[in-house]
């Protein structure tokens, strides 16, 4: 998957992966996006952020993940990609910008290669080493759920 961060990075997904865990989240329904946003702080704070001070036990601190986030864009943004990502990019924390992606070909091919019938949720998905999918969550975020993510992260 060719994709491009909202910091204007070329992502070649899951090759630029490689090496170290990933947690990818992804929605493929516009009506998904709110339950995707549940997701971007607890993940971003636990995967991305480097707490200040001894936090012996601070995910951050202690485990290297690639972490991004991507949004669905309708039909009529794909029509008007230039205009739509600046003015998405300029709606968001740039502090998020190097953690979310644009991809805005069609999704029909990933669809289907990962096996989504429904899209009214997003997907979270962990990737180990070498870019396989060992697990998957679905739906709104909660802790049992983000428990989950870290205990396959820890696999790795």
């Known amino acids: ?3 491009e961060t909202f910091s204007k990075k070329p992502l070649n997904l899951p090759a630029d992966l490689k090496g170290k865990p990933a947690i990818i989240g992804m929605c493929f329904d516009k009506n998904a996006e709110g ?13 991305v952020v480097k707490h200040e001070g001894n936090e012996a036990f601070g995910v951050a ?3 290297d ?3 991004y986030m991507m949004p669905k864009f309708s039909l009529l943004n794909q029509v008007t990609q230039g205009g739509s990502q600046d003015k998405i990019r300029n709606q968001t924390d ?4 190097d953690n979310l992606m644009f991809y805005t070909s069609g999704l029909k091919d990933y669809k ?7 899209t009214d949720q997003p997907f979270i998905f962990v990737l180990n080493k ?3 999918i060992v697990h998957v969550e679905k739906g709104v975020c909660n802790d049992k759920k ?3 993510i870290q205990d396959h992260v820890d696999e790795e």
């Open 1 to 3: 998957m060719q994709a």
């Open 35 to 47: 339950d995707l946003q549940t997701w971007l702080n607890p993940l971003y704070n636990a995967y």
């Open 61 to 63: 601190a202690t485990t």
């Open 65 to 67: 993940v690639t972490f």
């Open 94 to 97: 740039k502090a998020f910008w």
């Open 112 to 118: 289907k290669a990962l096996e989504i019938e429904k």
């Open 130 to 132: 070498d870019g396989k």
């Open 146 to 148: 983000l428990s989950a």
